[in-house]
């Protein structure tokens, strides 16, 4: 998998033969006829470029499915802990919500953050601290919630015991999220990147998807047999088809159509996988093959187990935010979710860096990395405010779509913005979703979660591990990471103090193991003595130089209407960290205080996670 990206040269899904390159009008040409700068000569179009409608929709479409497992996912896992396993409908409105906000905070970043292409969407980070909150005491599910048979998903009871559940969670998102909003805003990012390494975000990425093990294991061991053709067919997709190309039928303009060759299984690895699969369940469904006792093995690979929730869903269904009531503040939850903040802040950076680079943009600066982060927080506020369980970051498998495509385009991805927001209103989309038979999402689990652990492990490969120091704080701090909360989570009553709110603060963080396994890389990376190279930081200490672009830098990271440039340029407003310059070659410099020479470190480590991203 690591020798997909290995240079500059994004991965080409669509060849020169492909329907893409028939809508340019010309090579080296733009809109109003501007020549296209050198860095931009491979795309199709570029950041600022302006594609026909029609083309601006269906990579919009794209867009969506290709971040599609990643927002299903996060909705199906937290379901058990918010005892709604066995409410498939209310599970259908969580995704329905992902969706919606996800849309509304591309749009918000597309226009007034980073502004570069870049798809906004759930994030894995808050899912283990989500899951030790609601493990606390106070959380556990009733065991009649556990029981099929035991329950009414419409009685008042029932309806409360997963709300005030969510409704916490909204809380502690809430919080954190402004914390986030600060470390943005006020330019702070900078500051800390300097201290987090590669011996930081190893730990902590891996150790995002590693407890998880359990709920993976338990999906797919409902019936074995789906899940392991599952897991096979991502696995003949993504890596033995991936450069199979399938002939197509491709509208060219002019009333002329022609069979064009597309790498289908190398862009919808995991959307195949998942279809096939699901519509071998239906088979299996109908032929009464799967048993139909609801006790025997099997079972629920079936796809009449969750009711008539197609039939139940509202064909239009507007979330709102409050949807499930007040939110609920409690400490431990706040201070779980501000360790997933922080780490959902490391890879946004790295994500900004490789973006720029594939839409031919220059190196984003300090301004748009600011605001960048201070918009995601935004945005994890106002999915808190609208209680999808969650928060938003940037999805690096959709930076990866933008090398896939050669289409780098700005109003491309507020097309996909708009088809999410159009994905959320629809409450059949959510519903259809949520009818996923059990089994095909636990072979999809194992197959995502390991390749997100490979992704927190790939951070290692340029720190110097024939270091025993080195080998000692990442084989500790990832054994840390998992022994600590197992230990925690069996002997909760050891660590009682006598005030309820400590002991929950303490709880959430001991049972966090990318708390743990994070807080540990830091405190020993940046204790024990070792080089710069040796700990992989050199290339962090460099100083950035002024971009040679300093004009293209400020067309593309300006705010909309010339905020900055032609108007609110007082001396005040630029002072701010996250506002651009008024005049080109100055403030053009991206981030003294964060990742140099465009951030080679960030930029091959999003690259390495684009091309694992392919089969997530």
């Given at each position: 998998m690591t020798s997909a990206i290995t240079s500059c040269e994004p991965l080409q899904a669509l060849r020169e033969d492909d329907v893409l390159n028939g809508h340019t009008e010309g090579p080296n040409r733009k809109k109003g006829g501007q020549s296209r700068s050198p860095s931009s000569s491979n795309l199709v179009y570029s950041i600022l470029e302006v594609p026909p409608w029609y083309l601006c929709i269906l990579m919009g479409i794209q867009h969506f499915l290709t971040a599609l497992g990643g927002l299903v996912s996060v909705p199906l896992i937290l379901a058990k802990d918010l005892c709604l396993q066995h409410d498939p409908l209310t599970q259908s409105y969580l995704i329905s919500t992902i969706f919606f906000v996800s849309g509304f905070c591309t749009l918000l970043q597309v226009f007034f953050g980073v502004r570069l292409p870049i798809l906004q969407?759930?994030?894995?980070?808050?899912?283990?601290?989500?899951?030790?909150?609601?493990?606390?005491?106070?959380?556990?599910?009733?065991?009649?919630?556990?029981?099929?048979?035991?329950?009414?998903t419409s009685s008042p009871e029932f309806t409360e015991e997963w709300q005030k559940r969510i409704r916490e969670l909204q809380g502690a998102i809430m919080v954190a999220s402004c914390v986030q909003m600060l470390v943005g805003f006020s330019g702070l990012i900078g500051f800390l990147m300097r201290y987090i390494g590669p011996l930081t975000i190893a730990p902590t990425i891996s150790l995002v998807a590693l407890p998880l093990f359990d709920s993976a294991g338990n999906n797919a061991g409902i019936h074995w047999g789906i899940a392991a053709m599952t897991i096979f067919l991502i696995v003949l997709f993504s890596q033995y088809l991936k450069n199979v190309a399938v002939p197509m039928p491709i509208y060219r303009g002019q009333k002329k159509c022609r069979v064009s060759k597309f790498y289908l299984f190398q862009v919808f690895p995991v959307l195949l996988a998942l279809c096939i699969s699901w519509l071998l369940c239906f088979v299996l469904t109908v032929t009464n093959t799967l048993p139909t006792a609801p006790t025997a093995y099997g079972h629920l690979a079936r796809t009449d187990t969750k009711g008539d929730v197609l039939s139940r869903a509202p064909w239009f269904r507007f979330p709102y935010p409050g949807q499930w009531g007040l939110p609920t503040i409690s400490l431990a939850g706040v201070f779980g979710i501000i360790a997933g903040v922080i780490s959902s802040m490391v890879e946004s950076v790295g994500d900004y860096y490789a973006c720029a680079r594939l839409v031919g943009a220059p190196p984003p600066p300090r301004h748009a990395v600011n605001r960048g982060i201070g918009i995601e927080g935004l945005g994890c506020l106002l999915a808190g405010a609208w209680g999808t369980g969650n928060g938003t970051t940037s999805y690096s498998e959709n930076v990866g779509a933008l090398g896939i495509t050669r289409v780098g385009s700005r109003t491309v991805m507020v097309a996909a913005g708009c088809v999410l927001l159009l994905m959320g209103v629809f409450g059949k989309i959510g519903a259809a979703f949520a009818t996923i038979?059990?089994?095909?999402?636990?072979?999809?689990?194992?197959?995502?979660?390991?390749?997100?652990?490979?992704?927190?492990?790939?951070?290692?490969?340029?720190?110097?591990m024939n270091s025993s120091r080195n080998l000692f704080i990442f084989g500790f701090s990832i054994y840390c990471g998992l022994a600590i909360p197992n230990w925690v989570n069996q002997n909760s009553e050891k660590l009682q103090t006598g005030i309820l709110q400590l002991d929950q603060v303490i709880q959430v963080l001991l049972t966090t193991?990318?708390?743990?396994?994070?807080?540990?890389g830091f405190l020993l990376d940046n204790t024990i003595p070792g080089s710069l190279e040796e700990r992989g930081l050199l290339v962090w200490n460099q100083i950035q130089e002024e971009s040679e672009e300093t004009a293209r830098a400020l067309e593309v990271y300006c705010l909309p209407c010339g905020i900055?440039?032609?108007?609110?340029?007082?001396?005040c407003a630029q002072r701010l960290p996250f506002w651009p310059t008024g005049e080109a070659g100055k403030g053009v410099r991206t981030a003294a205080l964060t990742p140099a020479r465009v951030s080679s470190w960030l930029v091959r480590l999003a690259d390495f996670r684009f091309a694992v991203s392919t089969i997530v």
């Amino acid at each position: 998998m690591t020798s997909a990206i290995t240079s500059c040269e994004p991965l080409q899904a669509l060849r020169e033969d492909d329907v893409l390159n028939g809508h340019t009008e010309g090579p080296n040409r733009k809109k109003g006829g501007q020549s296209r700068s050198p860095s931009s000569s491979n795309l199709v179009y570029s950041i600022l470029e302006v594609p026909p409608w029609y083309l601006c929709i269906l990579m919009g479409i794209q867009h969506f499915l290709t971040a599609l497992g990643g927002l299903v996912s996060v909705p199906l896992i937290l379901a058990k802990d918010l005892c709604l396993q066995h409410d498939p409908l209310t599970q259908s409105y969580l995704i329905s919500t992902i969706f919606f906000v996800s849309g509304f905070c591309t749009l918000l970043q597309v226009f007034f953050g980073v502004r570069l292409p870049i798809l906004q969407g759930g994030t894995f980070a808050f899912v283990a601290p989500s899951l030790a909150m609601l493990s606390l005491p106070t959380w556990k599910c009733p065991p009649w919630t556990l029981n099929a048979s035991l329950v009414n998903t419409s009685s008042p009871e029932f309806t409360e015991e997963w709300q005030k559940r969510i409704r916490e969670l909204q809380g502690a998102i809430m919080v954190a999220s402004c914390v986030q909003m600060l470390v943005g805003f006020s330019g702070l990012i900078g500051f800390l990147m300097r201290y987090i390494g590669p011996l930081t975000i190893a730990p902590t990425i891996s150790l995002v998807a590693l407890p998880l093990f359990d709920s993976a294991g338990n999906n797919a061991g409902i019936h074995w047999g789906i899940a392991a053709m599952t897991i096979f067919l991502i696995v003949l997709f993504s890596q033995y088809l991936k450069n199979v190309a399938v002939p197509m039928p491709i509208y060219r303009g002019q009333k002329k159509c022609r069979v064009s060759k597309f790498y289908l299984f190398q862009v919808f690895p995991v959307l195949l996988a998942l279809c096939i699969s699901w519509l071998l369940c239906f088979v299996l469904t109908v032929t009464n093959t799967l048993p139909t006792a609801p006790t025997a093995y099997g079972h629920l690979a079936r796809t009449d187990t969750k009711g008539d929730v197609l039939s139940r869903a509202p064909w239009f269904r507007f979330p709102y935010p409050g949807q499930w009531g007040l939110p609920t503040i409690s400490l431990a939850g706040v201070f779980g979710i501000i360790a997933g903040v922080i780490s959902s802040m490391v890879e946004s950076v790295g994500d900004y860096y490789a973006c720029a680079r594939l839409v031919g943009a220059p190196p984003p600066p300090r301004h748009a990395v600011n605001r960048g982060i201070g918009i995601e927080g935004l945005g994890c506020l106002l999915a808190g405010a609208w209680g999808t369980g969650n928060g938003t970051t940037s999805y690096s498998e959709n930076v990866g779509a933008l090398g896939i495509t050669r289409v780098g385009s700005r109003t491309v991805m507020v097309a996909a913005g708009c088809v999410l927001l159009l994905m959320g209103v629809f409450g059949k989309i959510g519903a259809a979703f949520a009818t996923i038979p059990t089994p095909v999402i636990g072979g999809m689990f194992l197959v995502m979660f390991g390749v997100i652990t490979a992704v927190g492990i790939s951070n290692l490969q340029y720190v110097d591990m024939n270091s025993s120091r080195n080998l000692f704080i990442f084989g500790f701090s990832i054994y840390c990471g998992l022994a600590i909360p197992n230990w925690v989570n069996q002997n909760s009553e050891k660590l009682q103090t006598g005030i309820l709110q400590l002991d929950q603060v303490i709880q959430v963080l001991l049972t966090t193991g990318m708390f743990v396994g994070g807080f540990l890389g830091f405190l020993l990376d940046n204790t024990i003595p070792g080089s710069l190279e040796e700990r992989g930081l050199l290339v962090w200490n460099q100083i950035q130089e002024e971009s040679e672009e300093t004009a293209r830098a400020l067309e593309v990271y300006c705010l909309p209407c010339g905020i900055g440039s032609t108007s609110c340029t007082s001396s005040c407003a630029q002072r701010l960290p996250f506002w651009p310059t008024g005049e080109a070659g100055k403030g053009v410099r991206t981030a003294a205080l964060t990742p140099a020479r465009v951030s080679s470190w960030l930029v091959r480590l999003a690259d390495f996670r684009f091309a694992v991203s392919t089969i997530v």
